[in-house]
């Protein structure tokens, strides 16, 4: 899969980090466990593959692209696929029981959405931190 | 512990605990589903417009009456006679549409998250600093540090910009149509920074990761900044994105080249003296 890679090496297989324990490099075997971020964060987005959420996303925010969410990839966190909600500074575990597309870039487009449905809910924690230390 | 047994770092006794499942962790599921926008985000209409004129306001009573006039809808909001006032347009957490007619000063727009504003003078220092997300166009020139620590979203200069643009930058995309000065993606981590002309020193310099496309020539590279190959997927998305702000190219992208990390630096502290010595 073209632009799969992680920390510089090539990753052929979609599911790698699903399947292995992610101790790849020679640091993550010095230290017994992966080095996070499990994905290449420079994976430009595929647009043949938005999604019709998506697409009613960027009409109602009035975009032409997906503008923030270009760098908003499917992660992989503790053998699991995830999102990481730079809002809340952690992972957002995708469902298990959701099946996953054979590839990086739709996986991402499935990331953005779900990403998305959670920021927007208004049970997001930054809803409470808003209420606590809004400036204005 | 589990896992761990087998580590150099634990048969030395240096640590006993994982340093995984230290970060939040929260499960999506369907009920925590929202719409478009924050919770807390105001109920504007793009229909709806207003102006301000600046000439007699201090910075944060323009700032002020551009939250209460999204209090109230407005979705549209003009921004006459800035005079190059410092501060202005910050902190929006809202999609928006703002036309800054005149220049911004220092540290203008910074801290957004959705708008799009449109700027038809210069703007100095930090400008767009932290942007999340949104769109922040500049039509002539802009000052140093351009774009530091942002996010996400697109922040677009039409002429050329300082030194240190995207120092520090996390995400996002900064187009620039003219040329770029020294240190430009100075210990950049993530998102990718396009520039049409030329850029000066040291560009690149320390990054850890993300892209830095450039069109014209390049003074010298910094330390561990490498060259890269443009691939088709470069090159389209290159062309889409210049096109949307009218910044292609006549002779189209194939001339860009591409600068990336090249990841040295990631493992620094492991290097031996002489190893470091070969990096820098």
């Not at chain 1, 975009?63 to 699991?80: P, R, S, T």
């Not at chain 2, 000439?55 to 109230?72: H, V």
């Not at chain 2, 540090?145 to 942002?150: C, D, P, S, V």
């Not at chain 2, 010298?220 to 691939?231: F, I, P, R, S, Y």
Request: charged residues 25%; contains cysteine; aromatic residues 8%.
């Amino acid at each position: 899969m073209p632009g799969s890679g992680y920390k510089g090496a090539q990753i052929d297989d979609v599911d790698h980090f699903l399947k292995g324990g992610g101790i790849d490099t020679e640091r993550e075997q010095d230290i017994g466990q992966h080095i996070g971020y499990r994905y290449d964060v420079n994976l430009l987005p595929d647009y043949d593959r938005l999604t019709p959420f998506l697409k009613d996303y960027l009409e109602f925010m009035g975009w032409d692209d997906l503008n923030w969410l270009e760098d908003v990839h499917m992660g992989y966190d503790d053998g699991q696929a995830a999102v990481f909600d730079r809002n809340i500074n952690g992972w957002v575990a995708i469902p298990e029981e959701m099946e996953l597309p054979d590839n990086q870039q739709d996986r991402d487009m499935i990331a953005r959405e779900m990403l998305i449905k959670f920021q927007m809910s208004p049970d997001h924690p930054l809803v409470d931190l808003y209420k606590a230390y809004r400036k204005f | 512990m589990a896992g761990m047994s087998e580590s150099t770092s634990t048969q030395m006794g240096m640590h006993t605990e994982p340093l995984t499942g230290r970060d939040i962790k929260t499960k999506f599921t369907l009920e925590n589903e929202g719409g478009f926008a924050y919770h807390f985000a105001r109920d504007v209409d793009f229909n709806r417009r207003a102006e301000i004129d600046c000439a007699e306001l201090e910075p944060t009573e323009i700032n002020r009456q551009i939250r209460d006039l999204m209090d109230s809808g407005h979705g549209s909001i003009v921004i006459r006679n800035p005079g190059a006032k410092h501060s202005l347009v910050v902190g929006i957490l809202n999609r928006m549409n703002i036309i800054v007619e005149g220049s911004l000063g220092y540290f203008g727009c910074g801290l957004l998250d959705g708008p799009t504003v449109r700027i038809s003078g210069r703007v100095g220092w930090s400008f767009g600093e932290n942007m999340m997300a949104g769109v922040c166009v500049v039509e002539e020139n802009a000052g140093s540090t351009f774009g530091a620590a942002l996010r996400g979203g697109d922040l677009v200069c039409k002429g050329s910009v300082g030194s240190r643009t995207g120092i520090d930058q996390k995400g996002g995309t900064i187009l620039i149509g003219g040329d770029t000065g020294a240190f430009s993606g100075f210990m950049m981590q993530r998102g990718r920074i396009v520039v049409c002309g030329n850029a000066g020193k040291n560009l690149g310099d320390s990054m850890y990761d993300g892209t830095i496309y450039v069109g014209g020539d390049i003074r010298d590279l910094g330390v561990d900044a490498v060259q890269a190959e443009l691939t088709d997927l470069d090159r389209a998305w290159l062309t889409r994105k210049l096109n949307m702000y009218e910044l292609l190219p006549t002779q189209g992208v194939g001339h860009f080249t591409k600068i990336v990390a090249g990841k040295q630096l990631w493992s620094y502290d492991n290097l031996e003296p002489t190893e470091k010595k070969l990096v820098l």
